[in-house]
């Protein structure tokens, strides 16, 4: 049986049963890991095995990845950073809490872009990260060694976070399950910043139910975080299976759209017609607004970033690779009436897109408009620009958004669907996200890493 290519339900419910131990899960990863990290880099740091339980929680055992963002007790977080080289925390993020009173086994933490502020993941400090469809490009970042990690078996789930599309896009390029919730769902204590403003915390998974699974252990509300809402639990695996009939589904269109790659839009095209013979009503609607809002997104990342690291930017801007030295430095330079500017059209595009989703349950567009480019050579500023042009809207405005495999390019690299709706409908998303995985077979496509 191939352990890895069950869904965590799955694997929990054999658990449970005690048709496998929960040590039968973390073998399977610890053989992956030996086998493929010395080759995809996905892991900064791998937690040595322990004894699992084999009972209990809503995870029971099942090892899981953590992005090297999260504090882990007893375990150096480095956030992808030579300052944090070694750091070994005395407490856990609240996230990690959450995930290991539901029982799961952290087996190690990923490898990131540079304290996140960046998209290839081609880290000065602890070497690249390599796309395990094509070893030649990026898995995407900030969060690719937790998508790489999930893609190849070397975790049955992994933890990420997204300020501009750090969940989405390495899901997207490595043709796994990448959910971003509503900003203040999930916990941000104990993360390392980006910015306060746009960070997100959230799982990278093989199946959307397995990422409905994951926000129900990790959503919730943390008083001691200040970016955290108080909001009705979620119920987010209930509702999975619902019809998409009469569903109101806005397709993305206009110039902003026309920038990706033909054979992108084509495959979310494809995906339009599919939900459609789901019973879906899918209409396009113009969405150039967007624009605006990733422009924002990514000057507000800079300039939070900046005011994150001012000390360390001052002391030791060597210590930085250069691509995240360049922009931290445009951040600091930004004046305050830009960065008020950028705060206004966050408003702004906050309320347009209220008003689109008043009138559809999701909005579908590509995650990426292009798929995974190659690693070395690329400037990484504008592999940025680029990559979270679809993404990082959703950032600015908070709202939840999920990345599904939907095809495969020419040059079989993996193309991720972008589904997105109001503010706290993550179970909307997740339903839709579902209905279409089932109504396809893309999510079951593995490289021959896995």
């Known amino acids: 049986m191939?352990?890895?290519v069950l869904s965590l339900t799955d694997q929990r419910n054999l658990v449970k049963s005690r048709e496998i131990d929960a040590s039968d899960l973390a073998e399977a990863c610890y053989r992956q890991i030996e086998k493929l990290n010395p080759i995809l880099n996905a892991f900064i740091t791998v937690v040595p095995p322990e004894s699992l339980p084999t009972q209990g929680g809503a995870l029971c055992g099942i090892p899981l990845a953590v992005k090297d963002l999260y504090d882990t007790k007893g375990i150096r977080t480095t956030g992808g950073s030579r300052f944090f080289a070694d750091n070994v925390p005395s407490e856990d993020a609240y996230v990690v809490q959450k995930i290991k009173k539901a029982g799961a086994q952290i087996i190690g933490k990923t490898n990131t872009h540079e304290i996140a502020l960046g998209v290839t993941n081609?880290?000065?400090h602890y070497g690249a990260c390599k796309n395990p469809w094509d070893v030649t490009r990026t898995?995407?970042?900030s969060s690719g060694g937790s998508a790489v990690a999930v893609a190849t078996g070397m975790a049955m789930a992994a933890l990420g976070t997204d300020t501009g599309g750090s969940i989405r896009i390495p899901a997207s390029l490595c043709g796994v399950v990448g959910l971003k919730p509503t900003y203040g769902r999930v916990s941000l204590r104990g993360i390392l910043p980006l910015?306060?403003?746009?960070d997100h915390a959230g799982p990278i998974t093989r199946r959307v139910e397995d990422a409905a699974l994951m926000l129900q252990v990790i959503g919730g509300y943390d008083e001691l975080d200040p970016a955290s809402v108080k909001t009705l639990?979620?119920?987010y695996c209930s509702h999975l299976k619902d019809t998409m009939k009469e569903r109101r589904v806005a397709l993305a269109t206009g110039s902003f759209?026309?920038?990706?790659?033909?054979e992108i839009l084509d495959a979310v095209y494809e995906a339009a017609q599919v939900l459609t013979e789901e019973g879906a009503l899918v209409n396009k609607v113009n969405v150039d607004f967007l624009r605006e809002g990733a422009l924002a997104n990514a000057l507000?990342?800079?300039a939070d970033g900046a005011a994150y690291h001012r000390e360390r930017l001052k002391q030791h801007p060597d210590w930085f690779g250069a691509d995240v030295r360049q922009r931290l430095e445009t951040g600091a330079a930004f004046t305050s009436s830009e960065y008020s500017l950028a705060r206004r059209k966050q408003v702004e595009v906050k309320r347009q897109c209220e008003l689109l989703l008043n009138q559809y349950d999701v909005l579908i567009l590509p995650t990426t408009p292009i798929a995974a480019p190659v690693l070395e050579g690329e400037d990484a500023l504008e592999r940025a620009r680029q990559l979270t042009r679809f993404t990082a809207p959703f950032n600015l405005t908070g709202l939840p958004a999920l990345s599904v495999p939907c095809g495969f390019t020419?040059?079989?690299l993996p193309i991720g669907l972008q589904i997105v709706s109001r503010a706290w409908n993550e179970a909307g998303v997740l339903h839709t996200g579902y209905a279409f995985q089932e109504a396809t077979d893309w999510h079951l496509h593995q490289s021959h890493f896995a």
């Open 2 to 4: 191939n352990l890895s």
């Open 122 to 124: 081609n880290n000065p």
């Open 139 to 141: 898995p995407g970042g």
């Open 195 to 198: 910015s306060w403003n746009l």
């Open 233 to 235: 639990p979620g119920d």
């Open 257 to 262: 759209m026309e920038e990706a790659d033909q």
């Open 300 to 302: 507000m990342t800079q």
């Open 410 to 412: 020419n040059d079989g």
